[in-house]
């Protein structure tokens, strides 16, 4: 599932949920272990931890040098800069919190689109589980052993009851926190440990006795149903699913209960289907098809791939190189470790040789941030072309204006950046900038214009904050008091012009899902910010947003594409879908445009004039990631604003 989905195959649009699968077997597996060394007195930590560190380091260490090894030709100096991070944080399983950090920075998340170490969040929620798992389990053993009399020969059952109230407590934990940051329940331990739980439930439920497998009956049922539930989401989900929380559920429980079906003494039908051959290679090598399957598709479509003149290799090729080094990871890398006899250490050495073998990776991370950072070194085994996409990529657009958010220096006029001619804020401006981050991806394009026409100009731009009163982002609740002070302060300042940018169907979309307010009309609450502005006297112009990309590997691809050609313009989507995704806003803008004779900009017809909207040209990308344009593409399309400037 995950393979497919990240080898961008349409059908598998959720194929993502293969990794909550993941979550349900490893704790339905190591818990059952677990439970069995703890049912006979067998168990030791440092016995559970060094068959850990057999199963996990060997190929994923092997996997961390070779990413880094290849990243150092083949990445750009800010991707294997994210590597090093990566790797340094792989050392000690906590990779998942680098990601969450990125995914949280607004302005950085898109970096994790080429990051080839993505993936391994996945290992350090699991090994973060199992490092307290264990004592989870003792805890529960030992408290329920004080109240036995020694000798009186009771079996203690596995806790079953503690489990599911650790689990439940997750799960309620998962939701709430997807309202709260997306991103941290996605990465996060304490929101997905209900997902390895579940499995460690049935294991438990299993343990305590033989009646509790399923009948043939149930079993073909539970299978049919849980196989139903897994594939079902893989279909119906796409990237704009919120995900996990709720909707992780149907995974979770499908995946049960078809390990659950598997328990009946007599194989059910699914159990058979699943049983046969090419299905269980896939799992033997899963471990390592996980580990090989990103870096291996993130190099051979990085732009160090083309800038070497390696050849370009369909999916399906790409696919089965995958398959293949998976195989030879397993076979040569994993089956060995995995021996006891053939590792022919002690416990003390193996677990030495793990926390060799984690600082090793910290080091190898720190060295290749180094190099990243040298950019007379590393940069030079590029073209000059290559690394100037990396930098388009991963400078944050008008980055001198995020503005002062304190709304008392808003009204006190202690906030926002100046724009063209005039270097001193006692300088009154001609116009003002006003909006979320997609007024600020238009800064440079307005600065460098007004420059050019002897204007000057102010811009006021907080991410996330549209330029609309008595709206609250989820993401950002302080936007309502910012936008409260910055428009107040706008209506008495003597600035005639003021154009307002904001991300105007996201908003709205977000307004309608997070129930801000009781009735609270996006689309009413724009067009009465505008009004508020004109009873101030001022002139007020819309920015009509830019085309939306599909994702944020789009604008890196099409820069790619640029540069193959020579320079020619590489397209995304098609005027149509634009306007589309668009019309709620448009329809507002049209409506305002004949009430109230409010002017609009619009980029469209300079990106969108040939009936599919430019992403690159000029062997650069003008696009930063899905819907932000970079400082060069705003400079390329700043004549949009000239009539408003010159007062036309």
């Known amino acids: 599932m995950v393979v497919l989905f990240h080898a961008d195959i349409g059908f598998v649009e959720g194929g993502y949920v293969g990794v909550d699968v993941f979550f349900v077997i490893s ?117 329920r052993r004080r109240g036995d009399v020694p000798g009186n020969g009771i079996k203690l059952k596995p806790p079953v009851l503690e489990m599911a109230l650790l689990a439940v407590a997750s799960l309620v934990f998962s939701v709430v926190l997807m309202r709260l940051d997306a991103a941290a329940a996605f990465y996060l331990l304490p929101a997905r440990a209900w997902e390895l739980l579940a499995g460690g439930l049935l294991a438990a439920w299993l343990a305590g006795g033989r009646e509790r497998r399923a009948s043939v009956p149930v079993a ?10 897994v594939i079902a989401p893989i279909i119906i989900y796409t990237d704009t699913t919120p995900f996990p929380g709720v909707s992780a559920l149907p995974v979770v429980l499908g995946a049960c209960l078809t390990i659950y079906a598997g328990s009946c003494r007599k194989p059910s039908m699914i159990s058979r289907a699943l049983s046969l051959r090419p299905l269980v290679v896939v799992g033997l090598i899963s471990y390592s098809l996980y580990l090989w399957h990103w870096p291996l598709l993130v190099f051979f479509r990085s732009a160090g791939w083309y800038a070497w003149g390696l050849p370009e290799i369909p999916t399906a090729g790409i696919i089965a190189i995958v398959f293949g080094v998976s195989w030879l990871s397993w076979r040569w890398i994993e089956r060995p470790f995995r021996r006891k006899a053939a590792v022919g250490r002690r416990l003390r050495a193996t677990l030495g040789a793990g926390a060799v073998v984690s600082i090793a990776m910290f080091v190898m991370g720190s060295v290749v941030i180094e190099m990243g950072r040298d950019s007379s070194g590393h940069a030079r085994l590029l073209p000059e072309s290559v690394v100037q996409l990396g ?59 007004a420059g050019e026409l002897g204007v000057s100009g102010a811009a006021f731009t907080y991410s996330s904050c549209t330029p609309v009163r008595g709206y609250i982002p989820p993401s950002r609740p302080e936007c309502a008091r910012i936008m409260d002070a910055l428009l107040d302060f706008v209506a008495m300042q003597p600035v005639r012009r003021i154009i307002l940018a904001g991300y105007w169907v996201d908003s709205a979309g977000a307004a309608r899902s997070s129930g801000v307010g009781s009735g609270f009309d996006f689309w009413a609450a724009m067009e009465q910010t505008a009004a508020f502005l004109r009873r101030a006297g001022k002139e007020v112009i819309f920015i009509e947003d830019v085309p939306e990309l599909a994702n944020d590997l789009v604008p890196y691809r099409k820069g790619i594409e640029s540069i193959k050609g020579r320079g020619q313009a590489a397209f995304g989507p098609s005027l149509k879908e634009h306007l589309s995704r668009q019309s709620a806003a448009l329809e507002v803008f049209e409506r305002m445009r004949e009430q109230s004779g409010i002017r609009t900009l ?4 300079a990106l969108c004039g040939t009936g599919r909207c430019m992403v690159a040209r000029d062997s650069r990308t003008w696009y930063r990631d899905t819907h932000h344009l970079t400082d060069y593409g705003a400079t390329q399309l700043r004549t949009m604003f000239q009539p408003v400037l010159v007062g036309n």
């Not at 998942?96 to 391994?120: C, E, G, I, K, M």
Request: overall charge negative; glycine content about 8%.
């Open 27 to 143: 704790g339905y597996l190591i818990t059952g272990h677990l439970l069995t060394e703890m049912g006979r007195g067998a168990f030791a930590f440092w016995g559970f931890y060094e068959r850990r560190v057999r199963r996990i380091l060997p190929a994923l260490t092997a996997v961390v040098a070779f990413t880094l090894a290849a990243g150092s030709v083949l990445l750009v100096p800010g991707e294997l800069i994210e590597s090093g991070r990566a790797a340094r944080s792989i050392g000690y399983f906590s990779s998942n919190h680098l990601f969450w950090r990125t995914q949280s920075d607004y302005w950085n998340q898109n970096a994790l689109a080429v990051q080839p170490l993505l993936h391994t969040w996945s290992l350090a929620v699991e090994e973060q589980f199992y490092l307290v798992l264990p004592c989870l389990l003792v805890l529960a053993y030992w408290l």
């Open 220 to 229: 073909n049922i539970c299978g049919f149903v849980g196989l139903l539930l």
């Open 391 to 449: 930098e388009d990529v991963r400078l944050v657009p008008g980055v001198r204006c995020e503005s002062n958010p304190d709304p008392v220096a808003i009204r006190e006029g202690a906030a926002g950046c100046r724009l063209g001619k005039s270097e001193s804020l006692a300088d009154v401006p001609e116009f003002l900038l006003l909006g979320d981050s997609h007024a600020r991806m238009w800064v440079a394009g307005l600065d460098r214009l």
């Open 602 to 605: 619009s980029p469209t017809l």
